[in-house]
């Protein structure tokens, strides 16, 4: 369903895309980006709140975010391995309801690698936020997104700073960016399937990778690019397992 998704790594092909959107063009429209990005800029005006672009290596995409809550769920989408890419602001569904048109304008879509998609709406404090007509929209986007088998989730401030899955993926995140060579990711590949856990210690890891900081750094952006992983929601300890999640090419 989502236009971002069309890609080989994708489950999603072009013609359950269009068997999807055919199936809900009876009481909905979704409109993509014509650049595969974020379909809607963020216009600050006269709004007193955060907002800003996170430049994502994963999604190799300038994304778009208007709070501190978009960002925070910016960074876990980076460094969870189960996420294969995401999107902000990535289409625009637009809502018949007796000859009415609503537009709802969702803050993110998913891709996991499990297959699932998720479009995910993110508030500041959701028990305050989502009532009245908001509420009514939600509700029926979500049956919408039901339809193309997307799941829908409306998560906050409370669900995005829960820890340790808050620390760690900051901690992650931020070093997506370290330079790391091809050979570097064999040589932990190779170190995790000599084990019969198929796992490698954290500081293990790290020291095969000259140690310190370096090593650090260079292991993270290692998860972020989707060669390796860990459990997020665990204290991130020298002997937490990492394990392999795809093979270089």
């Not at 960074?75 to 009415?100: M, N, S, Y």
Request: hydrophobic share 40%.
């Amino acid at each position: 369903m989502n236009k971002h998704l069309r890609e080989p790594r994708s489950f999603t092909d072009l013609e359950k895309i269009k068997t999807d959107v055919k199936r809900m063009n009876r009481e909905a429209r979704v409109v993509f980006s014509t650049t595969d990005g974020p379909l809607r800029t963020i216009v600050t005006g006269t709004k007193c709140r955060p907002t800003g672009v996170y430049n994502s290596v994963k999604t190799g995409h300038a994304q778009p975010y208007e709070s501190q809550a978009e960002l925070l769920f910016m960074r876990q989408c980076e460094a969870d391995h189960e996420v294969v890419t995401w999107l902000a602001q990535p289409h625009r569904l637009e809502i018949f309801v007796e000859g009415k048109k609503l537009i709802y304008f969702p803050d993110f879509s998913v891709l996991y690698a499990d297959g699932r998609e998720e479009v995910v709406e993110i508030k500041r404090d959701k028990a305050r936020e989502v009532f009245g007509e908001l509420a009514i929209k939600l509700e029926r986007a979500e049956r919408i997104y039901q339809t193309a088998n997307a799941g829908f989730r409306i998560l906050d401030l409370s669900d995005l700073r829960v820890e340790p899955r808050c620390s760690n993926a900051e901690e992650i995140q931020r070093h997506s960016r370290t330079h790391f060579v091809r050979s570097e990711v064999f040589w932990l590949m190779d170190e995790a399937c000599r084990d019969p856990s198929g796992t490698i210690p954290f500081a293990r890891a790290a020291e095969i990778l000259g140690g310190g900081v370096v090593g650090h750094k260079k292991l993270c952006a290692m998860i972020v690019r989707g060669h390796f992983g860990l459990d997020l929601d665990a204290r991130l300890t020298a002997d937490t397992p990492v394990f392999p999640i795809s093979i270089v090419q």
